[in-house]
């Protein structure tokens, strides 16, 4: 509500042109910063005067703006995509599953879209990039895929460090487990990506989206079983930190009667 509002009185008087440069980013400065958890209120809010602006342009007289609805968030990611096809075509090792393949290969062709490095948009060290290419795709070196990434690069986005904590806690440690790096790997990629815009996978680069709970299946089972109730797992992870700060994120006493209900819980996500 307070972005709403900030977004509001920042329309006060001015054209709408000048509207149209109102971000996100300065509705956040404007509030001094919101929290992370709540970081995705300043973009609702600057969608929603967004289309307020378009609207009016348009001659419409109602304006209406709600969370953007799946088919406007799909897949930026396919099998035609160019770095999903180098990898994905590449020779596959004996000890590795496909779907891990096609998991890392999503996640590396949506991070040669961002205006970050490999690294940076996937939120991992300077030697993960290499160290997962040798293990799911050893014909394929870090610079032959540089030819589908830009050149300049912005710094790293902030991720949720108790997003990052609460995903961490979730890597399997019981004897016998084997694939632990490929856990924290998508630990890391899944806090980074969790700050974008969006569903969260679609930010994954994943095409479908049961494709993210597969994922979450396969490296944190524990997590998938703690998420009993099938809530959005960008919904899930943001709630987690919100409670474990003593804070809320709902509406209602409990989720059954809560208008956000269809928001935050889908059959499979």
Not at 27 to 55: F, H, M, T, W
Not at 103 to 120: M, S, Y
Not at 174 to 181: A, F, H, K, V
Not at 236 to 258: E, H, I, S, W
């Amino acid at each position: 509500m307070a972005a709403c509002a900030v977004a509001a009185d920042m329309s006060v008087g001015y054209t709408l042109d000048d509207l149209s440069m109102i971000s996100a980013e300065r509705i956040d400065d404007a509030l001094e910063g919101l929290p992370s958890e709540r970081s995705y209120c300043a973009n609702l809010a600057a969608e929603a005067l967004q289309a307020a602006v378009k609207s009016a342009r348009n001659g419409v007289d109602t304006v209406q703006a709600s969370i953007q609805s799946e088919t406007e968030h799909g897949p930026r990611v396919s099998a035609e995509d160019p770095v999903y096809k180098r990898l994905m075509g590449s020779t596959k090792p004996d000890h590795v599953a496909n779907a891990d393949r096609h998991l890392f290969a999503c996640l590396l062709a949506v991070a040669a879209q961002e205006t970050q490095t490999l690294e940076d948009a996937l939120g991992l060290g300077s030697s993960d990039i290499p160290s997962l290419l040798g293990k799911y795709f050893p014909a394929v070196d870090r610079e032959s895929l540089l030819q589908w990434t830009g050149s300049e690069f912005q710094s790293r986005p902030d991720i949720n460090k108790g997003i990052l904590s609460i995903l961490l806690a979730h890597v399997p440690t019981e004897p016998g487990t084997q694939d632990l790096i490929t856990s924290v790997w998508l630990c890391h990629s899944l806090a980074a990506r969790a700050c974008r815009p969006g569903h969260l996978w679609v930010a994954m680069g994943f095409f479908e989206r049961p494709e993210l709970t597969a994922a979450i299946n396969r490296h944190l089972p524990s997590l998938a079983a703690a998420n009993n109730r099938n809530m959005r797992w960008k919904r899930y992870l943001f709630k987690q930190v919100c409670d474990r700060n003593g804070g809320t994120m709902c509406k209602a006493p409990n989720c059954g009667v809560c208008s956000d209900y269809s928001i935050c819980f889908t059959a499979e996500d």
